[in-house]
């Protein structure tokens, strides 16, 4: 999921120097929300697997 907000973020800066303003804006915000969806849940798995681990 990282690697497509990445790819969003590219398009974004690509569309950007370009000139395609809204494309960017679009694109500038499905990378946000990707890299958001990605970051919870890497913290969901870290804390299961903290959990996890504490009560073995």
Do not use: E, P
Not at 14 to 30: K, N
């Amino acid at each position: 999921m990282l690697r497509y907000a990445l790819a969003f973020f590219v398009i974004a800066l690509i569309a950007g120097v370009f000139g395609f303003l809204g494309i960017a804006a679009a694109a500038a915000g499905i990378a946000k929300i990707l890299f958001f969806i990605f970051l919870v849940l890497f913290l969901v798995s870290l804390v299961s697997g903290l959990l996890t681990r504490a009560s073995n």
